[in-house]
């Protein structure tokens, strides 16, 4: 990566103009004088503004404007959206927390501003691709090509997450003056939202490279593309669609999962600094928000293991109890596991879960944990619930290792861990999940997919005559991998939406089995209440009404400037 991030690479100052159209401001000195002035001043261009007449003219100035549209990409707030499912939870109450138990309205915040923040980048797009021709002769076409790709793909990234979210949108592909008919018309149906999506990533891949040189790691390939293509098509069933395009990456031969040669590593070493695309070891990551010491940074390893407060991300009981033993087997049939005391928990696991679940005996930032005195510790023992300012405080009994860079801990803003937006594990489980809901996957699938990722962390391999002589469901495990492969990685409520289980998330949140806390913590758990096995009920009066909340409502804000949007079955 270049000593930049790309988001903001060269990046102009943005103003809009009354009419809706993007001026690219830079300042500049006023040489000459009125009285200098001769009769066809008024029809020059103005000396303080890069407009549309004088700008893209240069690859350079093309180039501006392309990673502009970078600034997009979604980065921490992809791994934030993880509290909006099951996997996660921070304890008070926020939009994220609201809309996970269905108790918002179309006036939550979030709603509003996932909206216009997606449609500002989208209206970026439309400026770069309504004008990027005007440097035809001057930028060679394979640069053009390549820069249109980006672009492309960026404004189907942006109305993904709007119809992921909203269902019908307006599609706007153009830019809008005031008095333009399409500010206030009606919403486009979701289907041929979809159709727009699938057609511009295949668009943008046609000019997309396969990969780039050193100096612009971050950029959008071929295979972030195709990728994002399967993750669409998988979202919305058109399975046929995902399985080629998650072939298609698999067939371009230049990924691979990430590994250090230890099993007992790997996977946890991706998410750090030893996993960023500048470190040239990270083949696994096709599309990543990058990140730079002291340029661009973010404040996810702090938030996890924040050492005075409560953490921003608890697992919660239901993601702790979906890893596997290590046999294979989920603990409850599974004669290796036992819950007698909190260590127990962790032992015969998957290990990936070690790798995701901070564990007894693991390093950390957290300062002072739930041991019986109130020192700092670098080595994590027991959770804590007493918030005394000298500890990082769990709501449900665990902590994230995952994502966390043990010296940013101790920070505020100053992670430069790289967010991975698409890995190559997921196109390997997309591949497998469009397979199976097809009737078509066969062992050899499995092993070319799921069990790869097994491999790497030394779990056992899936089998399909293993899982049926203990009675398992194929669908059942599929989906299990992939929520403990992707765990922590803001995809847990977008499997939920697609899988159309809603049901998973009126449920009580949970924490860890009252009984297993020391004695001297329990007057900190004193008030929680307990379900009948002794568990932890750290939020309940959940609810999701299946006639609606697959759905977010079209924001109160967005329906008072055009009431013509409509709303959401049952908002």
């Known amino acids: 990566m270049r000593q930049k991030d790309i988001s903001s690479l060269r990046k102009p100052f943005l103003r809009r103009t009354a009419l809706g159209v993007a001026s690219l401001a830079i300042p500049v000195i006023l040489g000459a004088s009125l009285s200098s002035c001769k009769d066809d001043f008024l029809d020059r261009q103005p000396l ?22 970078y600034a997009y990409l979604k980065a921490k707030n992809f791994a934030d959206m993880e509290n909006l499912a099951d996997n996660t939870i921070y304890p008070p109450r926020s939009d994220y927390q609201a809309i996970s138990s269905g108790n918002f309205d179309f006036t939550a915040g979030t709603l509003n501003s996932e909206w216009t923040a997606q449609y500002n980048g989208i209206r970026r ?67 041929e939202i979809v159709d ?44 046929d669609v995902a399985e080629a395009a998650s072939k298609a990456v698999m067939d371009l031969g230049v990924y691979e999962l990430y590994s250090n040669g230890n099993p007992a590593t790997s996977y946890h070493e991706l998410f750090t600094d030893a996993g960023k695309l500048a470190n040239g070891r990270n083949k696994e990551t096709i599309l990543a928000r990058v990140h730079l010491e002291n340029v661009s940074m973010h404040n996810m390893s702090r938030e996890t293991q924040v050492p005075d407060q409560t953490s921003r991300f608890c697992p919660t009981k239901s993601l702790v109890d979906a890893y596997l033993a290590s046999d294979g087997l989920p603990i409850e049939i599974s004669p290796l596991y036992s819950e007698n005391s909190y260590e127990e928990i962790f032992k015969n696991r998957d290990p990936r879960m070690t790798q995701t679940i ?136 977008f499997d939920i939406l697609r899988w159309k289980q809603g049901e998973l998330l009126a449920q009580d949140v949970k924490g860890v089995k009252k009984s297993l806390i020391p004695s001297w913590s329990q007057t900190y758990v004193a008030s929680y209440p307990t379900d009948e096995n002794g568990y932890l009920i750290v939020n309940t009066g959940r609810r999701f009404d299946e006639s609606r909340n697959y759905l977010w409502p079209v924001p109160f804000n967005q329906l008072q400037q055009n009431p013509a949007l409509g709303q959401n079955p049952g908002w």
């Not at 503004?49 to 502009?68: H, S």
């Not at 830019?175 to 018309?185: A, F």
């Not at 944990?369 to 405080?393: H, S, T």
């Open 48 to 69: 303080d503004a890069i407009t549309d007449v004088t700008f893209w003219k240069t690859q350079q100035q093309l180039e501006l404007a392309v990673n502009g549209t």
């Open 196 to 239: 727009f999506i699938l057609n511009e990533l295949d668009e943008a891949a046609q000019g997309l490279p396969v990969s780039y040189g050193n100096s612009d790691l971050g950029r959008i390939t071929k295979g972030a593309a195709l990728g994002w293509k399967a993750r669409v098509a998988l979202f919305y069933g058109r399975y």
């Open 358 to 493: 901070l564990a007894p005996g693991s390093e950390w930032g957290g300062k002072d944990d739930g041991d019986q005195d109130d020192k700092p510790n670098e080595i994590f023992n027991l959770p804590k619930f007493n918030a005394d300012k000298k500890g990082c405080v769990t709501g449900t009994g665990y902590y994230f290792t995952k994502y966390v860079d043990i010296p940013a801990v101790g920070t505020y803003n100053k992670d430069d861990n790289d967010i991975h937006l698409l890995r190559y594990a997921e196109v390997l489980l997309t591949y497998a999940e469009a397979r199976l809901e097809q009737g078509t996957l066969t062992q050899q699938d499995i092993d070319i997919t799921i069990n790869k990722l097994r491999e790497r962390v030394g779990m056992v391999p899936m089998t399909v005559a293993d899982m049926a002589a203990h009675g398992l469901n194929l669908r059942d495990e599929v989906r299990r991998e992939r929520r403990v492969e992707l765990a922590r990685e803001g995809q847990r409520y």
């Open 125 to 191: 797009c439309n400026h770069f691709l309504e004008n990027y021709s005007k440097a035809e002769g001057t930028v060679d076409a394979e640069t053009l090509s390549q820069y249109v790709g980006e672009v492309r793909f960026m404004r189907a990234f942006l109305y993904s997450y709007l119809s992921f979210f909203f269902g019908d949108v307006p599609l706007i592909t153009k830019t809008l003056n005031i008095g333009d008919p399409e500010i206030y018309g009606e919403r486009t149906p979701r289907a």
